[in-house]
């Protein structure tokens, strides 16, 4: 598969605005699980891409450290908020394995892990990621 940069950032803004209308369907189901969980993929997909504008993201499921090589590339005013993105998806990249095992050492399985304040927390994350793409998106097509 060839890589097509315009193509691959349209993808990766349609995810994860599909995975943040997903997280807020399950937060009005009172599926905190699920809200969480796609939450952060919500917040990787906004990470990667912004990464896209510049190369191939990887599969992994913290994209912080890509987003952070690529921040000086954007240009100083665009720099900070590329790392304000990475931050954000790389608070939530944990709950990527936490919301499909638990935390097996404990016996805890994933809906146990999470209640309305994580659900809360981490939909306001989402929505802060997709908010700075969308910012960083619009100046880089002027």
């Given at each position: ?37 796609y ?32 921040a ?14 990475a931050?954000?998806?790389s608070?939530?990249a ?15 399985t ?33």
């Open positions: 598969m060839k890589f097509n940069p315009a193509r691959e950032v349209e993808y990766r803004v349609q995810l994860a605005r599909e995975y943040l209308e997903d997280a807020e369907n399950r937060f009005g189901s009172n599926d905190h699980k699920g809200c969480v969980q939450s952060q993929l919500a917040a990787e997909n906004s990470a990667k891409a912004v990464i896209a504008t510049r190369r191939t993201p990887t599969w992994g499921h913290d994209p912080s450290a890509e987003l952070f090589q690529i000086s590339q954007l240009g100083s005013e665009l720099a900070g908020k590329a790392t304000k993105l931050e954000l998806s608070q939530l944990p709950e990527h394995g936490r919301t499909t095992y638990g935390e097996p050492d404990q016996f805890k994933p809906r146990m892990l999470y209640d309305l304040d994580s659900a809360n927390r981490a939909i306001a994350i989402a929505r802060e990621a997709i908010e700075i793409m969308n910012q960083i998106l619009a100046a880089l097509e002027k």
